[in-house]
């Protein structure tokens, strides 16, 4: 997914209800930091460190937990999801269904259903329809970056660059501008 189509995807929600401020927020953190899903449905109030600007991502597969620098954009969507929509409640995990009664987001299913909601609305054709789309977006920007394959599996939390490649693609436009002329003949 590229930035544009994350804007789209992002302006898409309406954020003057409970649900759109709490979508928004979600999808503001897979869009700006790739995290995994599981990783997003995880994330504890105690995670958001707001005096240090900081986010603590647990990790999931690899036990290696990302303390990142908390960006404006998403501090500030979880600084209005958490004010003024998230239901009063005593669970410590951010993302809490919109309806009584009041529970996390548990299931995998849960999120990229929200995420599928608004990429069709967006009118967005990606070949990932879930919350991985951003993960797979998030991975292709930062080679399109300039970034190595290894730095890019470091913030993804891989451990074989094979899996990281996966995530990856090239953008051929951009190569384009920087490949050398190939000569007609090469003597050999």
């Known amino acids: 997914m590229s930035q544009q189509q994350a804007q789209k995807v992002l302006d ?4 003057s209800t409970n649900i759109g401020q709490r979508d928004y927020a979600i999808i503001q953190l897979l869009h700006t930091y790739g ?6 449905r995880a994330l504890q109030l105690e995670d958001i460190h707001w005096a240090d600007n900081q986010i603590l991502f647990r990790a ?7 303390l990142l620098p908390l960006s404006l954009p998403v501090g500030q969507s979880l600084l209005d999801y958490l004010r003024q929509a998230r239901p009063r409640c005593s ?18 299913n849960s999120l990229s259903t ?8 967006a009118g967005i054709n990606v070949s990932s329809r879930g919350a991985h789309a951003f993960r797979h977006g998030f991975a292709t920007r930062m080679v399109n970056q300039g970034y190595s394959l290894k730095a890019v599996a470091d913030v993804l939390g891989h451990r ?9 693609k090239v953008d051929f436009n951009a190569l384009k501008q920087v490949a050398l002329d190939w000569p007609e003949e090469v003597d050999l």
């Open 160 to 168: 074989h660059l094979s899996t990281t490649f996966i995530y990856t």
């Open 35 to 40: 995290v995994r899903g599981a990783q997003v």
């Open 12 to 15: 898409s929600v309406d954020c």
């Open 114 to 121: 929200i995420v599928q909601r608004y990429i069709r609305a």
């Open 60 to 66: 999931l597969k690899n036990g290696k937990d990302s």
């Open 91 to 108: 669970y410590p995990q951010v993302f809490i269904t919109c309806r009584a009664p009041y529970r996390p987001l548990a299931h995998s």
